[in-house]
């Protein structure tokens, strides 16, 4: 268990509304990552961070915002959420041994 | 051409037999190799990591490494039903900024 949580576990939202999906961790990791799995496409990376205030994009970042203003809560944001959002989202860190360990995900449905 | 590959599957393997499940990766700087479980709904769980080149045995699970060839595989002796699941190779790629690229992953099915 890497102590890592994510908030909410599910959400059912509409078309067009903004989504905070948050991911906290207790063990201090200075990398965290946000991913979203879909049938088809496996884990794509949307953003990740390499500390307090440094977050760059990956491969799927278009629709997407990050923030992480203290080591230990990573948060994703949705700012105008479409249907093709609809997604199971992980957050992972990185250990210093260079391992990844995921959260539980947050199940994610766009109306 | 994909990053990291891997067959899709499902493949079923007997209770008792040897699973064998395998990883193709495109960046030939990797250097670290990684490989997760996933049961249906859950979250990916780390199982196993390779860096050298050869064989990591850890219980049931050997991972298996040549770099030249740009392979990694995963061998799972004495299968058992509660093995089945999805198995995710990934790699931790410099040309994608040192992150984990994940192949698709390979659902294997352990028959009773």
């Known amino acids: 268990d890497a102590g890592i949580t994510q908030s909410p576990r599910h959400k059912v939202t509409e078309t067009g509304t903004p989504v905070t999906l948050r991911c906290h961790q207790t063990?201090?990791?200075?990398?965290m990552y946000w991913y979203r799995q879909d049938p088809g496409h496996g884990l794509r990376l949307i953003h990740y961070?390499?500390?307090?205030?440094?977050?760059d994009k990956g491969e799927v970042s278009d629709g997407y915002s990050v923030s992480r203003s203290k080591t230990e809560d990573f948060l994703l944001t949705l700012e105008s959420a479409t249907s093709s959002q609809t997604s199971v989202y992980f957050c992972?860190?990185?250990?210093?041994?260079?391992?990844?360990?995921f959260g539980p995900g947050t199940r994610l449905t766009v109306t | 051409q994909k990053e990291v590959e891997q067959n899709s599957g499902p493949l079923s393997v007997p209770e008792g037999a040897i699973a064998s499940l395998n990883c193709t990766y495109s960046?030939?700087?990797?250097?670290?190799f990684f490989w997760y479980r996933q049961y249906s709904g859950k979250s990916p769980e780390l199982i196993m990591f390779?860096?050298?080149?050869g064989d990591k045995e850890d219980g049931r699970f050997t991972a298996q490494l040549n770099k030249a060839s740009q392979y990694v595989s995963l061998l799972i002796r004495d299968s058992q039903p509660s093995d089945s699941a999805t198995y995710l190779c990934?790699?931790?790629?410099?040309?994608?900024?040192?992150?984990?690229?994940f192949g698709p992953g390979t659902r294997l099915s352990v028959l009773p």
């Open positions: 992972a860190i990185k250990s210093e041994a260079y391992e990844q360990y």
């Open positions: 063990e201090n990791h200075r990398y």
């Open positions: 961070s390499y500390g307090v205030k440094d977050t």
């Open positions: 960046d030939r700087g990797s250097q670290s």
């Open positions: 390779i860096y050298s080149n």
């Open positions: 990934a790699v931790n790629m410099w040309n994608y900024g040192q992150n984990f690229v």
